[in-house]
């Protein structure tokens, strides 16, 4: 928040409060230098929703501690469900990649793109963006990556550890389960309510055995 909007916060709060604002004005000034530092970092529109929110529960003056909070653990929330995914760039390119990854994580504490969550790379555009680039890299992307990236992507991982194995790959043959007939290459499902599937993080042993019997 910029300095000279202190003044319009304060405008704002006096509306609901106007035991915040000062009708002296040296008190005027003094607030407004006390409380432009604390909500430096506060976006205006986010001031205005944190002192709404304020009110709905509690009689007391809102102080500005009181927004600069409510405001930090905000940023804490969305960037704990942030995974910081790579950045879009060569990785051989420093520069643009300290860039890149620095104006994501600003995009995200300020709220003003979604946190990217573990879920996002494990499926849906997101995994299919990424294994197209991979596909494209080649060998290029070494097996440490790999590894390091398995805790968000466990279907993968569980699959490249069967191939590191040598044993027979199950998501290379689709499943012969009635209730769940799986494509070859996707990960096996089982009924939920409706019309919904909830998928299994194995997948089904008829369909491993199959797998076995194919390779065999």
Same mark, same amino acid.
């Given at each position: 928040?910029?300095? $000279?909007?202190?003044?319009?916060?304060?405008?704002?709060?006096?509306?609901?409060?106007?035991?915040?604002?000062?009708?002296?004005?040296?008190?005027?000034?003094?607030?407004?230098?006390? /409380?432009? @530092?604390?909500?430096? $970092?506060?976006? +205006?529109?986010? =001031?205005?929703?944190?002192?709404?929110?304020?009110?709905?529960?509690?009689? /007391?003056?809102?102080?500005?501690?009181?927004?600069?909070?409510?405001?930090?653990?905000?940023? %804490?929330?969305?960037?704990?469900?942030?995974?910081? @995914?790579? #950045? #879009?760039?060569? @990785? *051989?390119? $420093?520069?643009?990649?300290?860039? &890149?990854?620095?104006?994501?994580?600003?995009?995200?504490?300020?709220?003003?793109?979604? @946190?990217?969550?573990?879920?996002?790379?494990?499926?849906?555009?997101?995994?299919?963006?990424?294994?197209?680039?991979?596909?494209?890299? !080649?060998? +290029?992307?070494?097996?440490?990556?790999? *590894? =390091?990236? =398995?805790?968000?992507?466990?279907?993968?991982?569980?699959?490249?550890?069967?191939?590191?194995?040598?044993?027979? *790959?199950?998501?290379?043959?689709?499943?012969?389960? $009635?209730?769940?007939?799986?494509?070859?290459?996707?990960?096996?499902?089982?009924? !939920?309510?409706? &019309?919904? %599937?909830?998928?299994?993080?194995?997948?089904? #042993?008829?369909?491993?055995?199959?797998?076995?019997?194919?390779?065999?």
């Amino acid at each position: 928040m910029d300095p $000279e909007q202190v003044p319009q916060l304060i405008a704002q709060i006096a509306l609901a409060d106007p035991r915040v604002k000062r009708d002296d004005p040296n008190e005027r000034r003094a607030q407004i230098i006390m /409380w432009a @530092p604390i909500l430096a $970092e506060v976006p +205006y529109d986010y =001031a205005v929703r944190a002192v709404q929110k304020h009110y709905a529960k509690s009689t /007391w003056p809102v102080l500005p501690a009181d927004i600069a909070t409510q405001w930090a653990a905000t940023v %804490r929330d969305r960037m704990q469900r942030d995974v910081d @995914p790579a #950045p #879009p760039v060569d @990785p *051989d390119d $420093e520069a643009a990649y300290r860039e &890149q990854l620095a104006a994501h994580r600003r995009a995200v504490a300020t709220g003003q793109q979604p @946190p990217v969550e573990h879920h996002a790379l494990s499926a849906g555009p997101a995994a299919a963006e990424a294994d197209r680039r991979r596909a494209a890299i !080649g060998k +290029y992307i070494p097996i440490a990556v790999d *590894d =390091a990236l =398995a805790a968000y992507r466990p279907q993968r991982a569980a699959r490249l550890a069967v191939l590191r194995e040598g044993r027979p *790959d199950a998501l290379a043959v689709p499943c012969p389960v $009635e209730t769940c007939r799986a494509a070859a290459g996707t990960g096996c499902t089982r009924p !939920g309510k409706g &019309q919904t %599937r909830h998928r299994l993080a194995a997948p089904h #042993p008829s369909r491993v055995d199959y797998a076995a019997e194919r390779a065999a």
